[in-house]
């Protein structure tokens, strides 16, 4: 039996296997993308490719930690139901022994044309990386073409996650890099064919430029137009905390600027953060038929905990945000849900237009642990106010202080963990829960806290509290069960 064949046995032998136990979890998650079995990470190749979406995604199939990654498949056509489809690629090939890692998606000639990063170990742990290409002719089935890009001098093995695009009549590829020197940085390449590529520099980083001191590694790698402004994304590593910012153990953020493509150069700004919370990392980006720009991340952070989690006891961890439009209004990335996801709704809103000046305070049938939660008109002129789902998550704002924050009863050892973001003043809040994680996008998603928490099961309380006298409209849906 071939390699590949003999690893795809071996992870629908485990899917199997381990069915009932995941299913049995009361964590498991109502609507959003999670792995069947074992651990999920980045979201990879995400693309419309014929009219329908495909989000790929780094999987574990065989234990809920990391390791030989494959790339697991998912497709849909609302963003609301998905298929999860055959496993795409294995770590079966000399090139990518050691897992199929992070990479992004490209019609060509009717095709779909995936690169991704073949990671490789010696048997004294030395890794080598090549950047790979594959190619399908149904969106389920690839060819593998092997290596395309080797990495280059000057360059430590950590040298991943293409990210391919078109522009003026010629494909470009970002890669996530790590100098020689230790520093992070963003590498670019040319190409006419997609399968030849040429050096065309350093995009940013590489201790030079704006983001000289800026970390030692530069992951996930994205590179886009959006409303008049060229935007990169990255989840740079190596970052100390400053105040409340970069407060995980990595980040997740954006620069703003012009790319050049003629000569591959990218004047940006300064460096933003895409999530306040507390697990958000190496988003993905597309453009779909319609023009939006939408964006998966990987709800979690690299080595933040990740084997504390309650759900590894039943054999699978972490899962994908919901898909999010992005906006770039006056510089600066708004997030929004996908309008789509109003297809998990299950009733008509709850509504309630409330005064309060006390804590603790509940609203008829506003309550559940997957539900819709749209706070407007919100008014809150003197002290704090604050809504807390279960008993392991709360949300306060302070006028005063014109803090927002996001806390969390940790999943290590119970204690309560606090997120914050500068908030002038709080109009709106759309709130999505899922069981056992929140996202919480603030005055039309010009902020957002991602995270898991892990109330009690049968806690589906939701409680608004309000130390001085506070106007706010609630509504509320239950969302459906798709998963
Ligand atoms: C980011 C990352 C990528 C890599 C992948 C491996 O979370 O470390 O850089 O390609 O995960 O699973």
Request: proline content about 4%.
């Amino acid at each position: 039996m071939s390699k590949d064949k003999q690893l795809r046995l071996e992870a629908d032998q485990n899917t199997a296997k381990h069915k009932s136990i995941v299913e049995q979890d009361p964590y498991r998650l109502h609507y959003h993308i999670m792995p069947p079995v074992g651990l999920l990470n980045d979201p990879n190749g995400f693309i419309q490719w014929k009219g329908t979406y495909h989000l790929f995604y780094q999987w574990m199939p065989f234990k809920t930690g990391h390791g030989a990654k494959f790339w697991g498949h998912y497709s849909s056509q609302d963003f609301v139901h998905w298929k999860h489809e055959e496993i795409a690629l294995t770590p079966s090939e000399w090139y990518e022994k050691n897992g199929c890692y992070s990479g992004s998606a490209i019609e060509h000639d009717g095709k779909l044309y995936v690169f991704y990063t073949g990671n490789v170990k010696d048997d004294n742990g030395n890794r080598e990386s090549y950047q790979c290409l594959a190619i399908s002719e149904d969106g389920i089935h690839f060819e593998k073409k092997g290596p395309v890009i080797e990495r280059l001098e000057g360059y430590t093995a950590h040298f991943r996650d293409p990210k391919v695009w078109e522009q003026d009549g010629q494909y470009f590829m970002v890669i996530g890099a790590q100098t020689k020197g230790l520093k992070g940085a963003v590498v670019l390449f040319q190409s006419e064919n997609l399968v030849d590529w040429t050096h065309a520099g350093i995009l940013t980083g590489g201790g030079e430029g704006i983001l000289k001191e800026f970390g030692y590694m530069f992951e996930c790698p994205d590179l886009f137009y959006l409303d008049g402004k060229d935007i990169l994304v990255f989840s740079p590593q190596g970052l100390e905390p400053e105040g409340m910012k970069y407060q995980n153990v990595y980040q997740a953020g954006y620069v703003t600027g012009t790319f050049d493509p003629s000569s591959g150069t990218f004047e940006h700004g300064a460096f933003h953060e895409l999530d306040h919370g507390f697990d958000f990392y190496a988003p993905q980006t597309t453009k779909d038929k319609k023009g939006r720009r939408i964006l998966f991340a990987w709800m979690s952070v690299p080595d933040q905990n990740e084997q504390d989690h309650p759900t590894i006891k039943h054999q699978w961890l972490h899962n994908m945000t919901i898909p999010r439009e992005l906006k770039c209004i006056g510089g600066k990335l708004y997030q929004v849900p996908v309008r789509e996801l109003e297809g998990l709704r299950v009733n008509e809103a709850v509504e309630h237009r409330v005064e309060l000046q006390q804590k603790n305070q509940q609203f008829e049938g506003v309550r559940g642990k997957a539900v819709e939660l749209l706070a407007e008109d919100i008014i809150v002129s003197k002290g704090w106010f604050d809504i807390s789902v279960g008993e392991a998550a709360r949300m306060v704002y302070s006028s005063e202080q014109k803090i927002f924050t996001l806390e969390r009863q940790s999943y290590v050892d119970g204690v309560v963990e606090k997120r914050h973001c500068r908030l002038d003043d709080l109009n709106n809040l759309h709130i999505f829960v899922d069981t056992s994680s929140i996202e919480v996008f603030i005055n039309d998603g010009e902020h957002v806290f991602t995270s898991r928490f892990y109330p009690s099961p049968d806690n589906e309380s939701i409680q608004f509290g309000a130390s001085e006298k506070s106007c706010f409209t609630i509504k509320k849906w239950d969302l459906t069960r798709i998963f």
